[in-house]
Each structure stands twice: as C-alpha cells, then as structure tokens.
C-alpha cells in the first residue's frame, strides 16, 4: 500500500541526483520519457519488455556508506530502439554495457539514458543490459532505502525503487528477480522469494534469493540487519519465514505465529496463496506504514508494541498486507489509477477478518465509509480515476477514497449481485489473472460475466461518479457534502 497504522499517511518529499560518469550523449539530447500513465507521467518506459532482474547488493557495514552494486536487466525490444531509457537516480553509474559492449550513457531527469554501440537495437532482440553502479542508503524520507537501527529495507511504492536499482519502474513491467547480497557476516540478509544459497568469504557473506513468480519493482525487498530468520509451516506445506530483529525474537512470537491461521482464512475466501513462501519482515524503524512487499510484507515495529492499538486492529492489518499478495501483488494494476483493485480489496478483508475475529461490524464500517465518501471523492476523486498527487508528494495518491472508499465499492457491489456471485467473481479474478497484470475495464468486465447481467451502468457510477450512488439494499444511508473550504 503504504498503509500507515492510523491511516495518516505522510507526503514524502521528492528530491533526487544521478551522478553520471561519462561525457553527454551525441545528438539527440537525451530526453526523459514515461510510458504514458497519468499520474506518473515520466515513470517507466516505452520500447522494451523487461524479463528478469539481477541485482547484486554490497554493504559496507553503515548506513552512512554507499552501496557497490551491479544490476543486471534481461529484457526485449519490443520495437527499434536508439536509446534506452531506464528510470534511475540517485546513485553513481561507473559503466554500462548493452549486449556484451559499451555504451555511452547521460542523465535526463531521472532517467539513465543509454546509446547502444553499434546503433540501434531492432524490434525483437535480445539486451542484455548492465549496470555498474553505487546506491545511495542514506535517503531523503521519499522512499527507497529505509533506515532501521542496525541496517536497511526497502520501501518502493510507489514510485521509489528507481532510486535504489535502475529499473523499468512501472508495475506493468513485472519481472522476475535474483538478489545477490554481500555483508558483514555477523548481519542477516534477506530478500524477496527463498533462498536460494549463502556463501562467506573472510568477514563478509553472500546472499542469494530468486523470485519464482513474476513482481513489480514497487514490491521489491531487501533487509540487511542484526535479524533472525524464524521459519514454521504454513498450509500446504508452505514456507513461513519472518525476519525479526534478534532482540525482539520471542516478545513478537505471539504475532509472528498467527500468519499460518492467517493464510488459511484467505485461501477460504479466495483460494490457494499465489506465491512460494510468505512472511513478516519487522524493521525498526519509524516508517509510518506498511508495505505489501511480494512474499515478505514490511511493518514498522510499532505497529507491534504500541499499547493503544487494539490486538483486533493489528489482526486485522496483518490480514490486510497478507491480502495484497492476492490482490495488488500476483494480480497487478496495469496503471496507478487502478490502484482503488489492490487496497480497496485489502481494506475488505482486513474489515471481514475483524468482523469474523473481533465481532467488528462490516456493515457499521461501511456505512461510516459511506458517510465519508463524498467528502473523500472530493479531495482525491473516485475511486478509480484518483486525482495526481501533489509534485513531490507521490505518496498522497495513498488516500481514503482508495481504502474504504474503494472497499464500499465492493460492499455495494456485494449488495448488487449477491454473496455468492461476489465470492465467485473473487476466486475467479486471483486465479484467472495470477502472476499477471489486470484493470479496471477486466475487472468490470468479469464481474458482468460472473453476475450475468450488464453492470457497466453500477460501475461507472461507483468508480467514476463524483457523488457516491445509493447504497443497493440501504436506501436511508446518506453521505455528508464536502464542507466548504474557509
């Protein structure tokens, strides 16, 4: 998401510096380019399709140091290529090579413009892309690299991980990963998917994880730090891994053992997990949220520990990160405006898990959400055609109209069609666009399939109105008008 414990949501500031070791490309200028989404116009881009990720990590022990790294990028030109842009800042590039040879590389905006040698790639091949390159831990609070007490993790969403690794940094462009991690050898280093192999040479060890699943940059994660790995059975036989701090080991056992229950519950509403293992990654940190990294969600270690929060509600946001594995991580929005698919789902299991678990009313939390909506419409448009954030504040697309604004929509669609339409539609979204990337339009598009009735006239209401319609089945609830600005 980032979903922050109290729903109050910081706006990051936007600040960003490559430093490009090599002279300015021959004509043309290079220019940034974007792939054409509307609240991030200049992020990814047009021209190729990226395969799979390598990225090898070296930390130095300090947070104050940069980071050796090298990444590797698999990919295909989907049409003839001059340049190839690559979303980048915030890091020094030493060398790149395309295909095995040099090439001559510049800056423009944050993107790492490149000039194959020899001339332009035609549509269809193959480049191999690499990148020698330093990334910078230190941060500006815009996400990226996160800061803990004894090293580092990852924070990308939603427009953040182009300033750890260059990358295609668009969640249309999933790809596979390999991480390559080198560290102090009394550190633990770890990363999305399983691990694959470790290796230590001197005072330093080697990492490595693989992906077995397709993910968006925006999910990746990396975690250097004095963790323990702690590793039970989920179901199926599936591999629950969360990495703790080692000092925090047993104090979080009672949280850390609820994620096999938690699995279960999803998989009976919506079917089996969609990934190779699953787990809890506790950074201390204060990062005022949590993230839905693929296959190792991130929370902050308060979410844990503060007092004030009921052992319901971090219940409830622990099945809420677990959710987006489903919904936002396997099956990914094509463009952010589809952002409302990932957390309005979410947002609906944590409240159905609460009202299972704790007695939490699903309907009175709608009904509250209903109350709001037209005030959240408002300030950050309906649901699925959400206002652009402010420059700078990428992390304000994160509103309430895309958590329950966006979890009402699927309450008054329940209302329209059915629990059973609704919980077949569910299954059939997951399993028929897994490991893929999917809209608004396919979503729409299946539920008028699954309901067998045209429901083009509900959506465009409920995803596009800037009133909320009336509740299917609640004809006496109403939403409070926005209230005038002073």
């Known amino acids: 998401m980032p979903l922050t414990s109290r729903r109050l949501r910081a706006a990051l500031l936007a600040a960003a510096s490559v430093t490009l070791v090599a002279a300015a490309l021959p004509a043309p200028k290079p220019v940034p380019l974007g792939i054409g989404d509307p609240l991030f116009p200049h992020l990814g881009n047009p021209g190729y399709d990226v395969l799979a990720y390598d990225i090898a990590l070296t930390y130095k022990g300090s947070n104050s140091k940069l980071l050796d790294a090298v ?30 040879r040099s090439a001559e590389f510049a800056t423009a905006g944050e993107d790492l413009v490149i000039a194959p040698a020899g001339g332009a790639v035609a549509a269809g091949a193959p480049l191999r892309i690499t990148i020698t390159h330093t990334s910078d831990p230190k941060g500006k609070g815009d996400g990226g690299w996160v800061r803990t007490t004894d090293g580092l993790a990852m924070a990308n ?7 750890v690794f260059p990358c295609n940094d668009h969640p249309a462009d999933k790809a596979y990963f390999t991480f390559r991690i080198t560290a102090p ?38 975690s250097i730090g004095k963790s323990a790995v702690v590793r039970r059975q989920g179901p199926h036989g599936l591999p629950v891994r969360d990495v703790v701090p080692t000092a925090d080991r047993e104090s979080l056992e009672p949280w850390l053992k609820k994620t096999p229950a938690h699995i279960e ?36 270690r308060s979410l844990f520990t503060r007092p004030e929060f009921p052992k319901w509600y971090v219940d409830s946001i622990m099945v809420h990160e677990l959710a987006h594995q489903w919904f936002g991580n396997s099956v990914t929005p094509r463009g952010w405006s589809d952002l409302w698919l990932n957390e309005g789902h979410a947002s609906w299991y944590e409240a159905l898990y609460a009202e299972e678990h704790a007695k939490q009313s699903l309907e009175t939390r709608m009904r509250q959400a209903y109350t709001h909506s037209d005030s959240w419409r408002a300030a950050g448009g309906p649901p699925a055609a959400p206002k652009p954030s402010k420059p700078g504040q990428q992390i304000g697309l994160f509103r309430p109209v895309v958590y329950d604004g966006s979890a009402l929509v699927l309450y008054a669609l329940r209302q329209k069609i059915g629990k059973s339409a609704f919980e077949l539609l569910e299954r059939r979204w997951v399993a028929e666009h897994r490991d893929g990337t999917a809209t608004t339009a396919d979503f729409t598009k299946l539920a008028s399939k699954v309901a067998d009735r045209d429901l083009s006239g509900f959506f465009k209401a409920w995803l596009y109105g800037k009133k909320t319609p009336k509740m299917p089945g609640h004809a006496d609830w109403r939403s409070a008008a926005p209230k005038p600005k002073a």
């Open 157 to 163: 969403q939603a427009d953040a991980a182009h300033r």
């Open 265 to 300: 519950w999803m998989e009976r509403k919506v079917g089996r997990y969609p990934f190779e293992t699953y787990g809890v990654l506790v950074a201390a940190a204060d990062t005022g949220f949590q993230l839905e990294t693929q296959t190792l969600s991130l929370f902050e």
């Open 71 to 100: 990444t590797k990028i698999d990919a295909r030109a989907t049409k003839r290529l001059e340049r190839i842009n690559l979303d980048f800042t915030r890091g020094t590039v030493r060398k790149v090579e395309v295909n095995g």
């Open 185 to 222: 050898a009394e550190l633990t280093a770890v990363a999305n998917g399983q691990f694959a192999a470790k290796a230590r040479a001197g005072s330093t060890a080697t990492w490595l994880y693989r992906t077995r699943h397709p993910m968006a940059t925006e999910l990746a994660q990396v």
